[in-house]
């Protein structure tokens, strides 16, 4: 654990997966970093979501595509990636939707179009009510938990401090460069910055100048008891996200959010399970009816992030010039091995080695209309936003 009040090369704010990697990262090429999270590190999102590997729609998707499957041997801690997925439709209006599927895959990853028979051989607990499905012969998916701790072990073997309980409530500047981050402990010096503070990143970023538009939102995820294990156990479909875990347990999430106001620095919204696990349940049954009699176990939730157009932002900023910003709009989990060499790449070279990250800059929400989220009908339901308030004050 570091000493408050002593100095660091890099501050890394946030304890996700994002700002672990990046730590791991920097830790690994000799740089000395210090973490600093509000809460518990992996506790948010991080370690509550569906654990999938397979974002071909980012830039970071052939770095993601080439790092997962090394990732156990890399950091030296299990992760529980597994390599495959299925998706498969039940609704009948999608039974040909490989089609546009192929128009936006890249080339040189092989994948299959299924017929509804060879869904359910891969897919035992699929039913008569398959239409179509693809088998994707690349991503997968890992365990969100252990692959949180796997980060954070790792990057401490490699000698960066992790402080947990920890607020950041400020920044000290000097001659254009962030020089120390203000904490409920104390200040950390640091040469270099790292915003990776999901919900938060959007008022840590305000604090130097910026305007960066998110929306934080609630994401559940349903746990059954254990079933017999299925051949490929990443199966997407029916607006659900999804796994089987090693001890044949499904794990599923997929909408619809619960949107939040402002979140506070110090604080998280509060989490009840109950208010969307029924519709996911339901929409489990029907993309896996001989799954239909499993009792669901237990629920969780995760404060997550997004952007006005569910893109990532990652960039090292013009002013302060020593200040990385991640926020990596509900896709976290499964990019974390190639944003955390991404963001390492920033901090030390100044630009990625491996890919255009020009998409993902912040200067793309420039004349953005202040009513956004009314216009996307990102709104917290009626009253809630007052509940929240009272909750966090």
């Given at each position: 654990?570091?000493?408050?009040?002593?100095?660091?090369?890099?501050?890394?704010?946030?304890?996700?997966?994002?700002?672990?990697?990046?730590?791991?990262?920097?830790?690994?090429?000799?740089?000395?970093?210090t973490?600093?999270?509000?809460?518990?590190?992996?506790?948010?999102?991080?370690?509550?979501?569906?654990?999938?590997?397979?974002?071909?729609?980012?830039?970071?998707?052939?770095?993601?595509?080439?790092?997962?499957?090394?990732?156990?041997?890399?950091?030296?801690?299990?992760?529980?990636?597994?390599?495959?997925?299925?998706?498969?439709?039940?609704?009948?209006?999608?039974?040909r939707?490989?089609?546009?599927?192929?128009?936006?895959?890249?080339?040189?990853?092989?994948?299959?179009?299924?017929?509804?028979?060879?869904?359910?051989?891969?897919?035992?607990?699929?039913?008569?009510?398959?239409?179509s499905g693809?088998?994707?012969?690349?991503?997968?998916?890992?365990?969100?938990?252990?692959?949180?701790?796997?980060?954070?072990?790792?990057?401490?073997?490699?000698?960066?401090?992790?402080?947990?309980?920890?607020p950041?409530?400020?920044?000290?500047?000097?001659?254009?460069?962030?020089?120390?981050?203000?904490?409920?402990?104390?200040?950390?010096?640091?040469?270099?910055?790292?915003?990776?503070?999901?919900?938060?990143t959007?008022?840590?970023?305000a604090?130097?100048?910026?305007?960066?538009?998110?929306?934080?939102?609630?994401?559940?995820?349903?746990?059954?008891?254990?079933?017999?294990?299925?051949?490929?156990?990443?199966?997407?479909?029916?607006?659900?996200?999804?796994?089987?875990?090693l001890?044949?347990?499904?794990?599923?999430?997929?909408?619809?959010?619960?949107?939040f106001?402002?979140?506070?620095?110090?604080?998280?919204?509060?989490?009840?399970?109950?208010?969307?696990?029924?519709?996911?349940?339901?929409?489990?049954?029907?993309?896996?009816?001989?799954?239909?009699?499993?009792?669901?176990?237990?629920?969780?939730?995760?404060?997550?992030?997004?952007?006005?157009?569910?893109?990532?932002?990652?960039?090292?900023?013009?002013?302060?010039?020593?200040?990385?910003?991640?926020?990596?709009?509900?896709?976290?989990?499964?990019?974390?091995?190639?944003?955390?060499?991404?963001?390492?790449?920033?901090?030390?070279?100044?630009?990625?080695?491996?890919?255009?990250?020009?998409?993902?800059?912040?200067?793309?929400?420039?004349?953005?209309?202040?009513?956004?989220?009314?216009?996307?009908?990102w709104?917290?339901?009626?009253?809630?936003?007052?509940?929240?308030?009272?909750?966090?004050?």
């Open positions: 654990m570091s000493e408050i009040g002593t100095g660091t090369s890099v501050v890394v704010v946030g304890g996700g997966v994002t700002g672990l990697s990046a730590a791991w990262w920097l830790a690994r090429s000799g740089v000395a970093v973490v600093v999270e509000k809460g518990i590190v992996g506790f948010e999102a991080s370690g509550r979501n569906g654990g999938g590997c397979t974002h071909y729609q980012s830039p970071l998707f052939h770095e993601e595509q080439r790092l997962w499957p090394q990732m156990d041997e890399l950091l030296g801690y299990p992760t529980e990636y597994q390599r495959g997925r299925i998706v498969f439709q039940v609704d009948p209006r999608k039974e939707f490989h089609e546009g599927l192929g128009l936006r895959l890249p080339s040189g990853y092989a994948w299959d179009v299924l017929d509804p028979r060879q869904v359910r051989e891969l897919v035992p607990l699929a039913g008569d009510n398959v239409v693809v088998h994707f012969h690349f991503g997968g998916h890992a365990n969100p938990q252990r692959t949180s701790q796997a980060y954070a072990w790792a990057a401490q073997d490699h000698g960066a401090k992790i402080l947990q309980h920890t950041v409530r400020g920044f000290e500047t000097a001659g254009g460069r962030v020089t120390g981050v203000e904490t409920a402990s104390g200040i950390i010096g640091c040469d270099a910055l790292v915003i990776a503070a999901g919900p938060q959007g008022r840590l970023v604090m130097l100048g910026h305007d960066l538009p998110m929306a934080a939102a609630r994401a559940e995820m349903i746990v059954t008891e254990p079933l017999e294990m299925m051949p490929i156990t990443g199966v997407d479909g029916n607006g659900l996200y999804g796994r089987q875990t001890r044949g347990n499904l794990a599923y999430g997929g909408g619809p959010h619960e949107w106001g402002e979140v506070g620095l110090e604080e998280t919204p509060p989490k009840p399970s109950g208010s969307v696990t029924r519709n996911i349940a339901r929409r489990v049954a029907e993309l896996l009816p001989k799954a239909a009699h499993a009792r669901v176990i237990r629920s969780w939730a995760g404060v997550i992030e997004n952007t006005p157009d569910g893109r990532p932002v990652i960039e090292r900023l013009a002013a302060p010039d020593n200040v990385t910003v991640a926020t990596m709009s509900s896709v976290g989990f499964g990019l974390s091995p190639a944003s955390g060499r991404a963001i390492r790449d920033l901090v030390i070279d100044g630009r990625c080695s491996f890919a255009d990250l020009e998409k993902l800059r912040l200067s793309r929400f420039e004349g953005l209309a202040r009513d956004w989220r009314t216009e996307l009908n709104l917290p339901p009626e009253g809630a936003e007052a509940a929240v308030s009272a909750a966090l004050n």
